[in-house]
């Protein structure tokens, strides 16, 4: 039962363009969303959030954006630069979950490679 | 600030055998979870701890998996015995309690997790 899904396993962008990564939701329940970015042999790193209240979060280069009706959410990264490279994972939680707000649904992550 | 320590970082066994990982977590945290992210798979909570109590271990195979943090600091994940689809990196975070996120309006916020860089075993 996948929860939290990322259908574009990779993801080819040329520096300095937009990058548009895509996650889709099932459970309505989810109202905190978030962005972690990985490189390999580390851990996951927490990149951007968004509560369901809004439907924007900006920081920097990052932009999150939430559409509840559809249930689906997007990053957006511009411009793109090659450090971005890596791994970015979509999660979700629900207040109302058993392990609380802390519990995380991660989708399966999209590659992400920016080259020059 | 240190991170979230984790060793081995390596690890290769054959099935059947047991093994056990470990995890300091970043100091004053409270929370400590362990994940398990199989080749191509998100992170999936195998057990969250709140100080040394359990939160949630929903998704944790008890017949063979275990795990304690008796000090509620460091906290170790034994599987024993082995099987092939435990191949996978097991991943540890921490996160610290910050208190009250809801408002009237809605939910705000969360406790940022912090991940170590995780353990990758190889069951043959």
């Known amino acids: 039962d996948q929860q939290v899904k990322q259908n574009s396993p990779s993801l080819s962008v040329q520096e300095g363009r937009i990058s548009i990564l895509n996650c889709d939701y099932t459970n309505s329940m989810f109202d905190y969303f978030l962005w972690y970015k990985k490189y390999p042999a580390e851990g996951p790193t927490f990149l951007i959030s968004?509560?369901?209240?809004?439907d924007k979060n900006e920081d920097g280069r990052f932009t999150v954006f939430l559409n509840k009706s559809a249930k689906h959410l997007s990053l957006h990264i511009v411009p793109s630069q090659p450090g971005d490279s890596a791994v970015y994972f979509c999660?979700?939680?629900?207040?109302?979950?058993?392990?609380?707000?802390?519990?995380?649904?991660f989708g399966a992550g999209t590659r992400l490679a920016v080259h020059p | 600030e240190a991170g979230v320590a984790q060793s081995p970082r390596y690890k290769i066994i054959e099935k059947r055998q047991s093994v056990a990982f470990w995890c300091n977590p970043i100091s004053g945290h409270a929370t400590l979870y362990w994940y398990q992210q199989i080749l191509g798979q998100g992170p999936k909570l195998l057990i969250q701890?709140?100080?040394?109590?359990?939160?949630?271990d929903s998704q944790l195979p008890k017949d063979r998996f275990s795990a304690e943090r008796l000090k509620g600091v460091d906290s170790t994940l034994k599987i024993q015995p082995a099987k092939l689809e435990d191949s996978a990196v097991y991943l540890c975070?921490?996160?610290?309690?910050?208190?009250?996120?809801?408002?009237?309006?809605?939910?705000?916020?969360?406790?940022?997790?912090?991940f170590g860089p995780g353990t990758r075993l190889t069951v043959l």
């Open positions: 701890f709140q100080n040394n109590g359990v939160v949630d």
């Open positions: 999660a979700a939680s629900s207040s109302f979950s058993i392990g609380g707000y802390n519990k995380l649904i």
């Open positions: 975070a921490s996160s610290i309690i910050r208190g009250a996120y809801r408002g009237s309006s809605g939910r705000h916020g969360t406790d940022t997790q912090y």
């Open positions: 968004i509560s369901s209240i809004k």
